[in-house]
């Protein structure tokens, strides 16, 4: 009997194994994701995840996948429905979807002392967006180190600054949470009342405190490795340059729109260091955190458009942000450029960018537009609200930012499973969905 077991046992693993080994490195990567939400979603359905009457599904689902696909979107506000343990549940899943699913299961392998095959190295080269497999496991490793230092360090200096505001242990824990939702481009705030940070709108040791984790986390894994390796400009890669640059940009020319637009609106009444503070901080956070200190409802419709662009755009690839990533915004900008010479490729650094990479960079944007396209027009069907408060919802699911005008918490359940679904395709990233549904294997699919 014992023997029959037995047998039974190796014919089921080799099944399932054979089942696995069937599946390519995307779609491992939407089952881990898909995992992560179904068991934070039970875990926030516990009695004791919330702090007044148990949470229904629909919000533990809603929640679970805002937190793992780190978007900070909402629809219970995240200091006063939760309890302690439900908030920690909530980090938990932050930490497990900004770092990665695959990438959190490497780490404890590690840890455990397992060895980490081929297979799973193309899965983890997948989640990180990373071209070779040779170097993953010492990149995972890198990336450990470089995360508990940042969320460490900023944990300690906002811990010590809200302790002015909360008293030690209730301070601590908010610069705990606050530092690894800001590193993790999650969004998600403990102040209560859906009002983010606009409290230390004039705080610049809270406002940067936020800002400068959400660039370090938004910047790619590779590109903070590779910084810390080199430290010099001329020896950092091509990628590493060109994120850099672009992120510079961004930032410096989002911070002079939304000053030009709203320093005599929503900044009004500001001190001029703290309306220089709100724009650079606004100019960050749209890619791909969803903090604010100025409430978003309240600036103007073409400010809102503009973030909505930000929020499209997103961070950096192999990073803890969403959005079609700065890479794909600056390789087709510098198609257009090339195109506009009459030059036939493009180029950066004196180096030509491959036409595959222009090639999957308008792939990246157009199915990203199209998922954009039919989310808001089932939100515009389902929930008779005006378009660009939907569109801005849309964006901020798709690109895992987490911004809202206030419309989440009030739509309907219909419009509710559109944004889990949007926020879903948004941080797993819409090109590795449609190689997920592709009939075919997909090059570097592991047979």
């Given at each position: 009997m014992e023997a029959l077991r037995e047998t039974r046992g190796i014919v089921l693993r080799g099944r399932q194994r054979a089942v696995s080994l069937r599946l390519s490195p995307p779609q491992l990567l939407i089952l881990g994701f898909a995992a992560a939400i179904a068991a934070g979603t039970l875990l926030l359905l516990s009695p004791f995840a919330a702090a007044g009457r148990q949470a229904d599904f629909l919000t533990a689902l809603f929640t679970a996948t805002s937190a793992v696909c780190v978007t900070g979107l909402v629809v219970v506000d995240t200091g006063t429905f939760?309890?302690?343990?439900?908030?920690?549940i909530i980090l938990l899943l932050i930490?497990?979807?900004?770092?990665?699913?695959?990438?959190?299961?490497?780490?404890?392998?590690?840890?455990?002392?397992?060895?980490?095959?081929?297979?799973?190295?193309l899965v983890i080269r997948e989640?990180?967006?990373?071209?070779?497999?040779?170097?993953?496991?010492?990149?995972?490793?890198?990336?450990?180190?470089?995360?508990?230092?940042?969320?460490?360090?900023?944990?300690?200096?906002?811990?010590?600054r809200f302790v002015a505001y909360f008293g030690w242990e209730r301070g601590m824990w908010f610069g705990l949470f606050?530092?690894?939702?800001?590193?993790?481009?999650?969004?998600?705030d403990l102040m209560g009342g859906f009002r983010s940070l606009t409290r230390f709108v004039g705080d610049p040791v809270v406002t940067l405190g936020v800002a400068l984790p959400v660039i370090l986390g938004g910047l790619g894994f590779a590109v903070a490795v590779d910084l810390f390796t080199h430290r010099r400009w001329r020896k950092l890669s091509l990628h590493s340059k060109f994120v850099l640059v672009l992120t510079f940009l961004l930032i410096v020319f989002g911070m002079l729109i939304f000053l030009a637009l709203e320093r005599n609106h929503a900044l009004a009444g500001l001190t001029p260091g703290a309306k220089i503070g709100a724009a650079f901080f606004h100019a960050v956070t749209p890619r791909t955190a969803g903090f604010s200190t100025v409430e978003v409802a309240k600036m103007y419709a073409a400010t809102q458009?503009?973030?909505?662009?930000?929020?499209?755009?997103?961070?950096?690839?192999?990073?803890?942000?969403?959005?079609?990533k700065t890479t794909t915004f600056g390789a087709l900008g510098l198609a257009v450029l090339s195109l506009a010479r009459g030059k036939e490729d493009a180029e950066l650094f004196g180096r030509?960018?491959?036409?595959?990479q222009i090639y999957r960079a308008l792939g990246v944007f157009l199915t990203a537009l199209t998922v954009v396209t039919l989310a808001t027009t089932a939100l515009l069907?389902?929930?008779?609200?005006?378009f660009l408060a939907l569109l801005f919802e849309t964006v901020s699911a798709f690109g895992t930012v987490g911004l809202s005008t206030g419309v989440t918490p009030?739509?309907?359940?219909?419009?509710?499973?559109?944004?889990i679904l949007t926020m879903f395709i948004g941080r797993v990233g819409p090109l590795t969905v449609a190689f997920a549904l592709a009939l075919r294997p997909q090059r570097g699919a592991v047979r």
């Open positions: 939760w309890s302690s343990w439900g908030q920690a930490q497990t979807g900004g770092l990665g699913v695959m990438t959190m299961g490497t780490l404890f392998a590690i840890l455990l002392g397992k060895r980490i095959g081929f297979r799973e190295r989640s990180l967006n990373n071209v070779n497999v040779a170097g993953v496991v010492r990149l995972v490793r890198s990336i450990l180190l470089y995360t508990l230092a940042i969320e460490a360090a900023f944990a300690l200096i906002l811990g010590l606050h530092a690894v939702s800001a590193f993790n481009n999650a969004g998600f458009f503009f973030i909505i662009v930000l929020m499209f755009i997103g961070a950096s690839p192999g990073s803890t942000g969403g959005g079609i030509r960018i491959p036409k595959e069907v389902s929930e008779k609200r005006d009030e739509l309907t359940p219909f419009g509710k499973v559109v944004l």
